[in-house]
């Protein structure tokens, strides 16, 4: 009879093996699973949209909070995008009209590092040759194209199917206990990504006013432009920040012929991130998602590798999905305490919901009563 040591032993053994062999079969099948993931991300956003709408709008049933939901999500990604599609064409001609001086940026670094004759802009782009990129350029494009009508299509049959789950999960768990402690994950898992989603607009929109006043104040060009797109890259841990922080500048250097205006914005952009994420968000996460930094950090390469930049996107809601379904069994839990920042990898719903008008949990009873 092997000894409980040996036992131990087989069981993290095991739990190891499996879950390098699921980062195997998410790296192969992430065509299939990447849209499906973005799918339910969105779902789970409308939902926790919809009840948020249900609490603070008057009238609102719950019948009609999903669909409002929608309509108004896809009001705001679609203005967005347009803004963002309009305003990039305007930026991209601006860059030919600052040709001439992007050849005297370029002059003045090759001087620098001691380079006698500098290279102009067009002999980059010569060298470059962008014309043998079109063609993966075309097959990004298609790809993502496709990428976004699968995930509309699951997102579609998702919300079409969500009545259909509690059928499924009272026939799942017959036991009234263990579809408790079921729902109960689920309702752990829901929660901290709506927090998660919570925190990242929170302080993504607090970033990208305080950039928005500073690349005003210093009169760089299309400064709503790029406050959108980094309240948009806020949502991708880590990246997102030096984005933010490295890209306004540069082009400050390249529009402004003096250097302040782009040594002010470097200083105000990077105390701003800094501050932000140093101590708004780490305050504002401490009681929610509980997760170690470097396990952050860890999981955006890992799932940067896995799923590209939709993995990139998904790295913190998919991390807490796992730390919480991990803690639920014993061979495993030992992995979600090493993922959580306390030791203690449940996520409890007082900690994790996200802000809502008063008498909504009264609300969210009576609806599950129902």
């Known amino acids: 009879m092997p000894s409980p040591a040996a036992d131990t032993v087989s069981r993290n053994a095991l739990a190891i093996l499996a879950v390098i062999a699921g980062g195997a079969v998410l790296y192969w099948l992430s065509d299939i699973l990447t849209p499906l993931a ?22 609102v049933s719950r019948r009609a909070a999903t669909p409002l939901a929608v309509v108004l999500s896809v009001a705001i990604f679609g203005g967005a995008a347009f803004f963002v599609a309009d305003n990039a064409t305007s930026f991209a001609t601006q860059l030919v009209d600052y040709t001439p001086r992007l050849n005297g940026l370029i002059a003045r670094m090759a001087g620098l590092v001691g ?19 079109l063609g993966q350029v075309a097959k990004g494009l298609q790809s993502f194209l496709s990428t976004a009508a699968f995930v509309l299509v699951y997102l579609g049959f998702i919300l079409a199917s969500r009545r259909g789950w509690e059928r499924k999960v009272v026939a799942l768990f017959p036991v009234r206990e ?34 928005w006043a500073a690349m005003a104040a210093v009169g760089l060009d299309n400064a ?21 922080v490295a890209l306004p500048p540069i082009f400050a250097l390249v529009q402004f012929e003096t250097l302040w205006q782009a040594a002010a914005l ?45 993995g990139a996107f998904l790295s913190t809601p998919l991390t807490v999905m796992a730390m919480v379904i991990l803690a639920q069994f014993k061979g495993t839990r030992w992995i979600a305490v090493l993922l959580s920042d306390d030791g203690d990898p449940a996520l409890k719903p007082r900690d994790a919901a996200p802000p809502s008008a008063p008498g909504a949990p009264a609300k969210a009873r009576r609806s599950r009563r129902s």
Request: a neutral charge; proline letters at 5%.
């Open 266 to 310: 470097a200083i105000v952009l990077q105390a701003v991130t800094m501050f932000v994420g140093n101590v708004v968000q780490p305050r504002m996460q401490s009681r929610s998602l509980n997760m170690d930094p470097i396990v952050l950090l860890l999981a955006l390469a890992f799932w940067g590798v896995v799923w590209g930049l939709a």
């Open 115 to 133: 380079i006698d004759v500098p290279p102009t802009v067009s002999s980059l782009i010569h060298q470059l040759n962008p014309t043998s990129y």
């Open 178 to 211: 263990e579809r408790q402690e079921a729902v109960a994950a689920f309702q752990r898992i829901r929660n901290g990504v709506e927090q998660y989603l919570w925190v990242q607009t929170v302080t993504g929109l607090m970033i990208a006013a305080a950039s």
């Open 224 to 244: 709503l432009f790029w406050a959108i797109l980094i309240f948009i890259a806020s949502y991708i841990p880590i990246v997102g920040g030096i984005v933010g």
């Open 38 to 59: 973005l799918a339910m991300f969105l779902a789970v956003m409308i939902d926790g949209f919809a009840r948020v709408l249900q609490a603070r709008l008057p009238g």
